[in-house]
Structures are given as structure tokens and as C-alpha cells.
T-cell receptor, first 111, second 113 residues
Framework: GEDVEQSLFLSVREGDSSVINCTYTDSSSTYLYWYKQEPGAGLQLLTYIFSNMDMKQDQRLTVLLNKKDKHLSLRIADTQTGDSAIYFC???????????FGKGTRLHILP | EPEVTQTPSHQVTQMGQEVILRCVPISNHLYFYWYRQILGQKVEFLVSFYNNEISEKSEIFDDQFSVERPDGSNFTLKIRSTKLEDSAMYFCATVGESQDEQFFGPGTRLTVL
């Protein structure tokens, strides 16, 4: 069945780059997402990429997709304390289909 | 910017009671969803709703759950007889015809005692 896997924790020094990795199983996924969740808050869509793309850049965020390996990564350049949150990798087959989420990676920023 | 709203933000109820969680979708959005997130766990899909009927539901969405659009604007999730394990954050999401993004509401935290 559909599954999304990601590591649970990542610690990064302030100013360094953070790279959060994710793998998914459903090769028919068309949309791949990164959501951010701050403590006690809802889900904020950071960015998404179509499965026919291999890279998308949006300011400090870079998403890389390796469709062959079903591997997705999110790179946050110049990590700031405000980036401290849980980052969820997610996928869906179509834009109006259910979204399947990973368990989330908790990003901890070291001073 | 338009947004999805949910009420209440926090609901505390006794086991066995019925609860209704409400969502006001973005105007003109046609696809609606409920997800839940048990504390510390991942976000799980419950149900999708389109054209006034359920289009897909997960195995979590058993007979205790129901959804409806009672007045054409609100989108509700009803849990008939709550259990302790229903305690979670419940998120509503909506999608418009011409958009790629599911817009999520801020969530309702349900606590069952």
C-alpha cells in the first residue's frame, strides 16, 4: 500500500543548511508535498513538486525529486530558529485525492 | 487571503458522547476532506467528500463517523459515540477546481475523557 517514510529527528546549527529526506512507495504519485507544522499549530504547505519535475527552488527552499528511487528531499538554506518545526513529507495521486503523510521530521536548531 | 476555518478550536467531551466538528471551507471550493492527527503521530486521512457524497473513506472512518454539508457552507464531522482513542487533532481541508493545493484549517483538538 501507499507509504511515506522519513527520519524522525534532525539537528542543525543555525546558519547551516538542513536536508530532510523522504521516500515513498506509490510510483503513481503525481504530487509530492512538504508541510510544516509548528508546535500546537496547523499544517502549512511549504512547497510541492510534480512528479515530472526533478527540482524546484523557492527562496531558501530547494526540493529534489529522484523519481526512479522514489526519494524526495527538502533543503533549507541558512537555517534559522524560526525553522524549528516538524516537517511532513506527503504525496497524492491527483490534486483532489487524499494526501498520504509521513510521520514527520522534527527539525531542531542548535545555537 | 481566503482560509479554511474550524470550530471549536478545542472540544472536551465525555466518552460515549456525540461531537460535531465544524469546518467552513473556502468559498467555491468543491472538494472537502477530514484528517486526524493523534498526538505525536502522523496525519491520517479520514474521508473525502465531493458533490454531496463521500468519495473515499479510510478504514478509520467506521460507522461512528459521518460527514455532511447541512447548509451548503459548513462541512461537519460527527462522531456518534466518542471513545478515548478518538482524542486527536482533526483537520479539515478543501480544494478548489483550479488549484493544486489542499488548504488546511487550523484544526480542532478533541479530548475525550
Amino acid at each position: 500500500g501507499e507509504d511515506v517514510e522519513q527520519s524522525l529527528f534532525l539537528s542543525v546549527r543555525e546558519g547551516d543548511s538542513s536536508v530532510i529526506n523522504c521516500t515513498y512507495t506509490d510510483s503513481s504519485s503525481t504530487y509530492l508535498y512538504w508541510y510544516k507544522q509548528e508546535p500546537g499549530a496547523g499544517l502549512q504547505l511549504l512547497t510541492y513538486i510534480f512528479s515530472n519535475m526533478d527540482m524546484k527552488q523557492d527562496q531558501r527552499l530547494t526540493v529534489l525529486l529522484n523519481k526512479k528511487d522514489k526519494h524526495l528531499s527538502l533543503r533549507i538554506a541558512d537555517t534559522q530558529t524560526g525553522d524549528s518545526a516538524i516537517y511532513f513529507c506527503a504525496e497524492s495521486m491527483n490534486r483532489d485525492d487524499k494526501i498520504i503523510f509521513g510521520k514527520g521530521t522534527r527539525l531542531h536548531i542548535l545555537p | 487571503e481566503p482560509e479554511v476555518t474550524q470550530t471549536p478550536s478545542h472540544q472536551v467531551t465525555q466518552m460515549g458522547q456525540e461531537v460535531i466538528l465544524r469546518c467552513v471551507p473556502i468559498s467555491n471550493h468543491l472538494y472537502f476532506y477530514w484528517y486526524r492527527q493523534i498526538l505525536g503521530q502522523k496525519v491520517e486521512f479520514l474521508v473525502s467528500f465531493y458533490n454531496n457524497e463521500i468519495s473515499e473513506k479510510s478504514e478509520i472512518f467506521d460507522d461512528q463517523f459521518s460527514v455532511e454539508r447541512p447548509d451548503g457552507s459548513n462541512f461537519t464531522l460527527k462522531i456518534r459515540s466518542t471513545k478515548l482513542e478518538d482524542s486527536a487533532m482533526y483537520f479539515c481541508a478543501t480544494v478548489g477546481e483550479s488549484q493544486d493545493e489542499q488548504f488546511f484549517g487550523p484544526g480542532t483538538r478533541l479530548t475525550v475523557l
